[in-house]
């Protein structure tokens, strides 16, 4: 819709005389995005159209904070900006983990709380902290085997080996690469499934039993093994259009299955993981064979399941089958669960252990 300039203008102090000053409290330079220092109804009726669409359309969180200091004193706006730039200094100076160089990392001019490692190091890691570490058990009994007996057992139990034959044909023995393909689709049955309890939560106005964080928590750590397993094996470009055509396929089947049958989902499951652990079986024996290079751990490995300095891969192998044979225990006993007639939420969700 086209609006005059001098409605544009009317518009921009009206908004400015009623808006909240959080949100209407500056205008600072959005790269690309043509903002300027100007007077505000100026500014706003000279970008109104494109400016406020940029900002609230292509980047709305951006805007938000990008343009929190249009009601400042010059003073407290050069202050603002000395700050964000230091910030942004500091970001770039140490990287982060997460690639936000250049970017103003205080959020709301509140600056990040500096963590630091045990051992008085910097934490380098934004995506995840010290407190979401764990040591893995790896003592946990790899040979459980669900044993199918009902009908559904059984079919979850012959779709999961159907679809192991063609991941077979396609890896091969290429276990790293085969991992961490297999990750990418790994991590969705638990966001599926604890987005969907999540919202029956709020349905019903009951409470889970803890089992939306325990699928979340299942997503998050599957998700970790990706970005490990990507540290050791770089993607190809078919295998990148390969994730996406399987995402795009497993999310919505696992969504309906999720839907008609959540003790079928969670026993699918379940099979995936025991698939898992023998895949991790064979990369172990591969890689003491010598047929894959026993490599340095990868940083975010040490870091996220506290290995020691020193550790390989196979170091992070180990550790990742483990947290498959606890995700095969928590989906078998979830499927158990509704098998009993009842809803997950009748047992307390196995949270906070891997
Ligand atoms: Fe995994
Ligand atoms: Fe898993």
Redesign the pocket.
Known sequence: MMISRSTASRVAKSVLNHADPRYFSAATSLGGGGYTHGGAAIFLSRNLENALWKTWTRFPAVGVRKSSTLALSKDQRQEEEKVQGGASDGAAATGGGNGNKGVVVSYWGVEPAKITKEDGTEWKWNCFRPWETYTSNTTIDLKKHHAPVTWMDKMAFWTVKALRLPTDIFFQKRYGCRAMML?TV??VP?MVGGMLLHCQSLRRFEHSGGWIKALLE?AE??RM?LMTFMEVSKPRWYERALVFAVQGVFFNAYFLAYLVSPKMAHRI?GY??EE?IHSYTEFLKELDNGNIENVPAPAIALDYWRLPPGSTLRDVVMV?RA??A???DVNHFASDIHCQGLELKAAPAPVGYH
């Open positions: 990750e790994a991590a638990g299942e750590n599957e093994h499951v995936l993981e898992a990742v947290d498959e606890h995700h095969r």
